[in-house]
């Protein structure tokens, strides 16, 4: 069961893990393989930061169990070829019962990978930019807690993140949505206290090689 003071939730291993997978399979899978872990790859960057767009006002379950049609409609999110899209596109993918059908967010995919290619072209990689944002000690919670979690869906640093990316012509990328993007790619480690990955994300995070 989960605690409802610590968010934990045991699982069919018995080992206490962030609440929130509902030990579901394959969000299960997410939140021990996927969701924390530190990345760089900008392919998995821009990914991520489109589909947690496509995934507001919805749950990101919905949108997990939609992956790989969202992949298949987007050339597997490969920006230089999601740049090239045309309408005739967006209309293909508003047929697309497999992924969200919704205009203004097929359209803003489109948008923000010409705006990738921009900032690849300015900054080498999209990891360079997103990782330049890393919050430092002194921005981070002393206990990452259910509590807190629930108190701050955005910081001041996703608010900051958004706003520059808007400046750059991005869309659908809220302080809400891009704290959620830092959240998954590991730009923070908020794996709760307690659970069995924050251990593990935390030595991952140690050794890795931030992108410059």
Known sequence: MESENTGLLAGPDGVKRCF?????????????????????????????????GFQSGLSWLTILRKRENFRAGFANFEFDKVAAFTDKDV???????GIIRHR??????????????????????????????????????????LAHLRAN?????????????????????????????????????DHLEGCVCRAQVEKERKAFKRPK
């Open 91 to 97: 209309e293909r993918l508003l047929g697309d019962a």
């Open 153 to 189: 869906p955005t910081t001041a640093v996703s608010v900051r993140i958004s706003k520059e990316l808007k400046k750059r012509g991005w869309s659908f990328v809220g302080p809400t949505t891009v704290y959620a993007f830092m959240q998954a790619m590991g730009l923070v480690n």
């Open 20 to 52: 929130w997978h509902g030990n579901l399979p394959d969000y299960l899978h997410y939140h021990d393989h996927e969701w924390g872990r530190p990345a760089t790859d900008d392919r998995r960057l821009f990914e991520k930061i489109c589909l947690e």
């Open 104 to 145: 203004g967010k097929i359209v803003s995919t489109i948008n923000n990978a010409k705006r990738a290619r921009e900032m690849v072209d300015e900054f080498g990689s999209l990891a360079a930019w997103f990782w330049k944002f890393e919050p430092g000690p002194d921005e981070r919670p002393a206990i990452v807690d």
